[in-house]
């Protein structure tokens, strides 16, 4: 992981960025006030106020930028994520820095489908019944066409939830969404409260993620389910070259013309770097309390979900 | 600063040596983490105290190397292994053993929803979890049905064993080899009966690419557990031989079942006698090449009964 790190750090140093050697182990798991913003070194108070404001300013041009940067491949990640949760209706979902609401739009769609699915099914079991009854459990079953499911969006940033909100408005979504303003670090829920955790392009903003991991297991159901979807390592070294190269040529570049904040991407591709790879999100995924931990790589590595269950 | 760092590692260190088949205790450090971690696996292995001395120190031994976690060291000795199931740190229930118990809840619900990820997840409701937890197995049931199998197995081993039991102490006879056949298969049979309907949908999904390696294994191990209790003591080709008959046989009584309407499937076992019979004629020949051409008949004409029955009217799925 250090070692995929290094040719990375070169490139930067000769730009003359502010970076600091720290061993792999401590990256980002700050046991002391100091931490890390992108490449730059800040005490994290500080980390997570510069987060905010990055957010803050990139809120209403946030899917925009989204689609841009990554040629609109991030909607097949959330739909693989979708499908890899694989929902059935009555599911409870936390969906935490979910901002604008991506995944919470895409889980109700999934589950729409599934209870259609279901509601035809019965009724094709149905044939040998009186019109009555058919007409009266239809009419029972129409009423809950998500089947009793729910989607918590959770965000630590108000612009975010904002826009999220009128997203939500502007394509209709109006039952089961919540929207709820919230640090990862310290849910404001119960214990054993949700079916499904997912943390999608979040994770990597959270200051202390052993604290948000440990989070996340306390609100999760006994058999609940935890899914992050992150950006990650690239194992293979062209793909990586290539990857690096787009990242920070062609990003920070496209963040100044398409949403004029150059720094809030810069910083974005920096903290992608920062991110622990593949397999040590998954110790400390582990180390909260996960079972059956995995992990799955989408585009070789510049993707991965992992998931775990509450046992 | 770096001691803590140290601490990170060394402890992640030792979580690494309980992932080796280590069966060592000590730990490298303790665990920081709430009582609570696992609370279902623990929960769960409270009931496995119930059980008989032998077999929960037994299970204590397999699950460790199972248990990826190290759990909390009580202040006190170190619990024993030798017989004292019901320690509190020492018998949580592996992963495995947990889906296994999921999988088994799920089987009630397999009449109503299929072999699916929805079965599974009622499974898991009933075991008193979120039905996210069938997010652990495929979601195409493959695993439900796999387990199915090898419970229907292991049923069948238990049984053949209590038979054998009760010939070697004298209370019943030894049956001749094609009776043995017959009621091992219709025994085996019989145990789907309860699924029926949805039988044939696991059969295709046993078929799928990646289910074919595990199935065939659960298949053979049957085959020859059923030759193995017949009294099977052949050392020659005549092993593949009773085999491959015994396969054929199995496989196209399975399939005639699936379209039997008659009452209690006597057709089906009507069906399993006539080819039991023409198996047993034929090892009578001298001729093993030709037996085994043979063999290929039995599976043809099996076949031909099959698609033949398909096409009467009165069977409809």
Redesign the interface.
Known sequence: AVAGLCPCRALLSRRGGALRAL?G??RG?A??PETHFGFQTVTEEERREKIYQVFESVAKKYDVMNDSMTLGIHRVWKDILMH?????P??LLLDVAGGTGDIAFRFINYVRSVRERQLQRKLKHHQNLSWQEISESYQEDRSKSLGDSHVVVCDINKEMLKVGKQKAQHLGYLEGLSWVLGNAEELPFDDDKF??YTIAFGIRNVTRIDLALQEAYRV??????FLCLEFSHVSNPILSRLYDLYSFQVIPVLGEVIAGDWKSYQYLVESIRRFPPQEELK?MI??A?F??VDYQNLNSGIVAIH?G??? | KMAAAAAISLRRAGWRLWQGHAVIMCQLCPLQRPLQASAVLRRVSEEQKKEPLASSSQQQFDSHPAEHKPEKEPQGPRPSYTGQGGQESEDYESEEQLQHRILTAALEFVPEHGWTAEAIAEGAKTLGLSAAAAGMFHSDGSELILHFVSQCNTKLSGLLEQEQKLVQLGEAEKKPTDQFLRDAVEARLRMLVPYIEKWPQALSILLLPHNIPSSLNLLTSMIDDIWHYAGDQSTDFNWYTRRAVLTGIYNTTELVMMQDSSPDFEDTWRFLENRVADATNMGNTANQVQSTGEAVIQGLMGAAVTVSSAESPELQG
Do not use: I
């Open positions: 061993c182990s401590v798991l046991a002391a890899k949760m694989n929902p059935s009555g599911t079916d499904v999760l159901k006994p058999g609940g389910r110790a582990e180390d309390g079972f059956k998931s269950f509450k046992l």
